[in-house]
C-alpha cells in the first residue's frame, strides 16, 4: 500500500507559481497512476489533472490547461504538480492522489490512496 505525503503549498500573488511535490513510499511506484485533485470548502472536489504509469499520457482539467504541468520522476518516487499564472480561484487544498492501474483515471472517485493535503492560497 502506497503512502503519500505532499509539499510546496503556501501563499503567493495572483500571476505567481508554485511546486508541489508528492512523495511516495511503500509501494511499487511505477505501477500507480498519479492525480492532483483540489478541495475548497462547499465546493465538490476537483480533479485537475492526472499523469499515466509511465508519464505517456496526461489530463488537464479546463480550468488549469497551459498554466498547470504533471510531471513524475518514477526514480524518485514523486509527482510534481508546477502551476504557473495562478489565480484567487486556484485556491484551494491540493492532494495527491494514485491508484493501481495502467490507464489515466480521470475521475477523483477512481482514486484509492490520498496524501494529506497542502493548502494553496492566491492573493488577488
Known amino acids: 500500500q502506497v503512502q503519500l505525503v505532499e509539499s510546496g503549498g503556501g501563499l503567493v500573488q495572483a500571476g505567481g507559481s508554485l511546486r508541489l511535490s508528492c512523495a511516495a513510499s511503500g509501494g511499487t511506484f511505477i505501477k500507480y497512476g498519479l492525480a492532483w485533485v483540489r478541495q475548497t470548502p462547499g465546493k465538490e472536489r476537483e480533479l485537475v489533472t492526472a499523469i499515466s504509469w509511465n508519464g505517456e499520457n496526461r489530463y488537464y482539467a479546463d480550468s488549469v490547461k497551459g498554466r498547470f504541468t504533471i510531471s513524475r520522476d518514477n526514480a524518485r518516487n514523486t509527482v510534481y504538480l508546477q502551476m504557473n499564472n495562478l489565480k484567487p480561484e486556484d485556491t484551494a487544498v491540493y492532494y495527491c492522489?494514485?491508484?493501481?492501474?495502467?490507464?489515466?483515471?480521470?475521475?477523483?472517485?477512481?482514486?484509492?490512496?490520498w496524501g494529506q493535503g497542502t493548502q494553496v492560497t492566491v492573493s488577488s
Open positions: 492522489a494514485a491508484q493501481l492501474t495502467v490507464l489515466l483515471g480521470t475521475f477523483a472517485e477512481e482514486y484509492d490512496y
